[in-house]
């Protein structure tokens, strides 16, 4: 997740081998990643360190939410009034997001959320998201079913 209030940070080719080397097993050791990309175990260290400081990369555990105990999982289409910002930013303090982009087109936010049921989705929506001041309208895309989800497209 990329800083929001900082400059873009320019990857050389060898942070760039770093990151797919992650991207690929984030549990992969320093010194493997060396042997790939011709550093030392210690300057690999300090460079994962500096992208991660600066937010080019996370390095998290991805789970399945249905083995999580989340049996729903949602995306909602959120249109406002006002600032856009400060419901944007209310939106992202609710546990049960886990993703929310400002967007063009007929949606200005796209929220993510996971529920552990269709009712605590209802609770959710009708409670909480809709209280936040700002929101005007939602619409709900309840997943069925996935069929990718990926965090391995590598770097350009």
Do not use: N
Request: proline share 3%; glycine share 6%; charged share 25%.
């Amino acid at each position: 997740m990329r800083k929001q209030d900082t400059a873009p940070v320019v990857l050389d080719d060898v942070a760039k081998a770093i990151i797919e080397q992650l991207q690929q097993d984030g549990r992969r050791s320093y010194a493997a990643i060396g042997k790939e990309v011709g550093l030392s175990e210690a300057a690999v260290r300090q460079r994962v360190q500096r992208l991660l400081e600066s937010g080019v990369m996370q390095i998290v555990a991805v789970t399945d939410p249905l083995q999580m105990g989340f049996a729903r999982q949602a995306m909602i289409g959120v249109r406002t009034s006002g600032q856009l910002a400060p419901v944007a930013d209310a939106l992202a303090q609710i546990d049960e997001v886990d993703y929310v982009v400002v967007t063009a087109g007929s949606f200005d936010l796209l929220v993510e959320v996971v529920c552990e049921s269709d009712e605590h989705l209802f609770d959710l929506i009708s409670d909480r998201i809709r209280a936040v001041p700002g929101v005007e309208t939602t619409e709900t895309f309840m997943y069925l079913k996935l069929r990718k989800q990926t965090y391995s497209w590598g770097v350009r």
